[in-house]
């Protein structure tokens, strides 16, 4: 009954996820029981199969230590100087798991106006109070809603009604006693403070409890020095060796080849520099869609491939270029070079929600990438605002004029040429909360999906294609409509 993908994906048609439907397998174990731990490179492991894209709304610091705390990770985005970049990946990788990245400071000098714009466009109101509003310097005071709430004048100064009775710990203090301290006490924040008074960190109420969410979030991703796993996107420019060096000393754990075409000359040169000039980095190259690339840049020596080409949601490259491929198809044709050589792939754009990672990841994927997924959570850059009552975070593709008109135009390779020819859109996404909300359930999601296939874990899966035991189909039109949401005159929409 149905087709084997083998057979499948040898009928010339480009396939997205929603074009094709698995069948049910053999349930014969728990859902609790899948494991959806799998490799991103050769020699990087995760425990979540999830990762986030190199994109100025989508990753920097918050975003890269919430995928590292899930257990996934973060490549932090080059829209920006070397400088800029490496110091995002510093900060990064010196954030402990659970305490807040980036805390954001006011001064007492401050007026209540502040905190109010702090709540509307971050969207809290609890904030530290520090000599000069920076992390770093003495801590004076906290502000939180019940300070703020009945003052009319909001032109009075953050000094004139802070609460000066804090509850601190010192630098240093563990997650686990840390969470004790703030757990017996009926505070919002507890910040660790320096011997000599300045504030370093910070511990927050509303964070423990994402932390205590259900499904439990497990352990985050480590590298062997015991800081969390961050990555980082570079060009193939020659100023992306520079950049590359600062990346390092920063710390990255592994580097990405940023570009819609990966099959080229200049990415074969860059990944042969960086293999001979920072030998034990992983580079990740592409982006690629046929088998024959695939099988290029892994000659050119990858440790993992990066897939899809005018899939993401923002992307206008098949349109403007008329190259590219169906994501299902892609995923596979490259996942069945790449994975018999040892290297994983990397499903790239398209992801909507959860059946799409259980289709990727089916299809061969080790890992999925996600833009607008997780554009819209509070980890993404970016301030929240309001569009007819609707809570909104801008997102925008790499290849839009607007972020070419910051920099980003070398993964278009339009570098070279004076014409800068748009092969993304910018717009907006829905406020979607934390990442650690959302990719637990989405997880669990996941987990329900490979339990349907009857695997039980990313490996089992692809043992399940390569054998022709997964079987799957093509969705007519009708059939895509019948899956989805029909017949109601009206329905909410809760994640969970
Ligand atoms: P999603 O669907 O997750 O896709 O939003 C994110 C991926 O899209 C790619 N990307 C672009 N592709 N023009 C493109 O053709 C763009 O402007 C653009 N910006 C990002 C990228 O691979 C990302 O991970």
Same mark, same amino acid.
């Given at each position: 009954d149905g087709f084997s993908a083998g057979s499948l994906f040898k009928q010339g048609f480009s396939y997205t996820y929603d074009d094709l439907i698995f069948h049910p397998g053999y349930i014969n174990f728990a859902v609790d029981d899948v494991d959806l731990s799998t490799s991103l490179t050769r020699n990087i492991k995760l425990r979540t199969p999830c990762v986030s894209s190199p994109m100025d709304t989508v990753t920097e610091e918050s975003m890269a230590v919430a995928m590292a705390a899930v257990g996934g990770i973060g490549f932090v985005h080059y829209n920006n100087t070397a400088q800029e970049q490496a110091d995002i990946v510093k900060k990064a990788k010196k954030q402990r798991v659970g305490f807040v990245a980036n805390p954001v400071c006011v001064s007492p !000098? +401050? =007026?209540i106006s502040v905190i109010d714009s702090l709540k509307a466009s /971050? %969207? *809290? !109101?609890s904030v530290v109070v520090t000599e000069d509003g920076k992390v770093g310097s003495r801590l004076v005071g906290i502000v939180t809603s019940r300070d703020v709430d *009945?003052?009319? +004048?909001? !032109?009075?100064?953050v000094r004139e009604v802070m609460s000066t009775d804090l509850l601190i710990a010192p630098a240093g203090t563990t997650l686990e006693e840390a969470t004790k301290i703030l757990t017996r006490n009926k505070k919002s924040l507890l910040p660790l403070v320096s011997e000599s008074g300045s504030f370093v960190e910070l511990l927050c109420r509303t964070d423990l409890k994402a932390y205590h969410a259900l499904p439990p979030i497990g352990a985050p991703s480590l590298g062997s020095d015991d800081k969390i796993l961050v990555g980082a996107a570079i060009g193939t420019r020659e100023s992306d060796k520079d950049r590359l060096k600062l990346l390092v000393e920063a710390g990255v754990n592994v580097v990405i080849l940023d570009s819609?075409? %990966?099959?080229?000359m200049y990415q074969r040169q860059m990944i042969e520099y960086i293999k001979k000039s920072h030998a034990g980095l992983d580079v990740i190259g592409g982006n690629v869609v046929t088998a024959y690339q695939a099988k290029n840049l892994i000659e050119a020596g990858v440790d993992g491939l990066r897939v899809g080409m005018g899939s993401g949601s923002i992307c206008t490259t098949q349109e403007v270029c008329a190259v590219g491929r169906g994501q299902g198809t892609a995923v596979y044709k490259t996942a069945a070079v790449a994975n018999a050589l040892g290297v994983p792939i990397i499903a790239d754009g398209g992801i909507s929600n959860s059946g799409h990672i259980v289709k990727a990841l089916s299809l061969g994927a080790s890992t999925v990438m996600m833009g607008s997924f997780l554009a819209g959570t509070d980890e993404a850059p970016g301030d929240f605002y309001f569009q007819d009552g609707v809570k909104l975070k801008r997102y925008r593709g790499m290849g839009s004029l607007e972020a070419m008109t910051k920099g980003s135009d070398a993964r278009y390779l339009g570098? /070279? =040429?004076?014409l800068k020819i748009a092969q993304g859109v910018s717009g907006s996404v829905a406020a979607k909360g934390s990442v650690l909300q959302l990719l637990p359930y989405t997880m669990q999601a996941v987990k329900q999906g490979l339990q349907d296939l009857g695997v039980s874990s990313v490996k089992a899966s692809h043992d399940g294609l390569n054998a022709g035991a997964i079987r799957l189909e093509v969705r007519t039109g009708a059939a895509q409509r019948e899956g989805g949401i029909h017949d109601l005159v009206s329905y909410e929409k809760r994640r969970f």
């Open positions: !000098s +401050d =007026t /971050k %969207g *809290f !109101s *009945f003052v009319r +004048d909001r !032109s009075t100064q819609s075409q %990966g099959d080229s570098d /070279k =040429t004076r």
